[in-house]
């Protein structure tokens, strides 16, 4: 079934990541090539310990997942540095990076900053053996042309790639330092996206501009795109990590399905004034249970006594925690992602 996109008030937005093909990592003399995890030569491991940041604030996302006590394990290579282990400062930002991210920047019609400055955003899941992203503003203000339209371009940022995943446990995950590092541009768009087909259209024209450069990689991986999609009853919703722009028209249009969706089993709950009730522990039930409940989301009977919530606000509240910053609204994300760039200035 199509929907009509202007009537719901479809709004969409795009965050493309890609990697340059640079011989040297960002801020390494280190090659950027990827290698095989059964060709690393050594590993060590470490811990996620947050630490106050130089306005004294404790990152809330660090202190809860230090809490889960997981160990991060990282595959170093024949190649692997310091900088890379987080036991030596950054070198200097990579001069062929910057050159081929200017000309992205170029290519895209952006205002270029008069000073770029490295910044850190905090990274919890310790892709990044430092905590950190580094990460640098190289331009704003430009545009791309769709059938439907133009797009702007709201930022180009510049910044270094993360580890990648090998190996995910319950007690930890292994990352390869291979990839840790290697530059990468971030190209966010304005909220200007109104249908599938400019969405799609988008990121085929980006993708097209990243690759007449002769300098970006290719091929599984090196490209990743988070769509920001909403509609006008709806939840902002970051859909992130998409490899193949093929699908983003499709990814598009089934999210716009699954919230108009759930926003008639909404009115249709509502309608036979259902409800949830108090939780209930049920840790005596499963005690015996290899696998110890979840502590939250358990539903009570129905007309419990107590306090009685909506389950339209329940719903509003499930999607909520999969929003983020990001560029389906129009300011809102965008200055809280900006602020907490300001903020850990390095
Ligand atoms: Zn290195």
């Known amino acids: 079934m199509s ?3 202007e009537e719901l008030g479809l709004v969409a937005g795009l965050e493309i990541h890609q990697q340059l093909d640079t011989a040297t990592k960002l801020f390494c003399n280190c090659p950027t090539e990827r290698r095989d995890p059964a060709d690393s030569v050594r590993s060590f491991t470490r811990y996620l310990h947050p630490t106050k940041s130089e306005l004294g604030e404790l990152d809330e996302a660090a202190l809860e ?3 889960v006590d997981r160990e991060f394990e990282y595959l170093a290579f024949d190649s692997t540095c310091l900088v890379e282990e987080d036991d030596e400062p950054p070198h200097r930002l990579d001069g062929a990076a910057l050159e081929v991210a200017l000309e992205i920047a170029a290519l895209l019609d952006c205002t270029i900053v008069d000073r770029a400055q490295v910044m850190r955003k905090i990274v919890v899941d310790g892709s990044n053996t430092s905590g950190f992203q580094r990460s640098a ?19 180009l940022l510049l910044e270094e790639e993360s580890a990648a995943r090998i190996d995910d446990r319950a007690d930890g995950v292994t990352y390869g330092l291979d990839r840790l590092g290697v530059p990468l541009v971030e190209i966010g768009t304005e909220p200007d996206i109104r249908t599938p087909a400019q969405a799609k259209q988008a990121a085929e024209r980006i993708g097209m501009l990243l690759r007449s450069t002769g300098r970006v990689k290719r091929g599984l991986g090196t490209i990743r795109q988070d769509v920001n999609v909403s509609i006008e009853a709806g939840a902002r919703v970051e859909l992130k990590g998409v490899q193949s722009l093929d699908d983003i028209d499709d990814i598009v249009e089934n999210e716009v399905k ?7 089993i909404a009115e249709e709950l509502r309608a036979r004034d259902a409800a949830v009730g108090d939780p209930v522990d049920v840790t005596e039930i499963f005690g015996d249970t290899a696998r110890p409940p979840a502590r939250h989301g358990a539903v009570g009977p129905r007309h419990a006594p107590g306090r009685r919530r909506d389950l339209p606000h329940r719903r509003a509240a499930g999607l ?4 983020r910053g990001g560029r389906g609204a129009p300011d809102g994300g965008r200055r809280a992602r900006g602020a907490e760039r300001l903020e850990r200035c390095e």
């Not at 699954?258 to 008639?264: G, I, K, S, W, Y």
């Not at 909520?320 to 929003?323: A, G, I």
């Open 3 to 5: 929907h009509d996109y």
């Open 137 to 155: 503003l190289l331009a704003t203000d430009g545009e791309i042309e769709t059938d439907a339209g133009p797009v702007g371009i709201a930022d």
């Open 258 to 264: 699954r919230q108009v969706e759930l926003l008639e």
């Open 320 to 323: 909520r925690r999969h929003e």
């Open 65 to 67: 997942e230090s809490r």
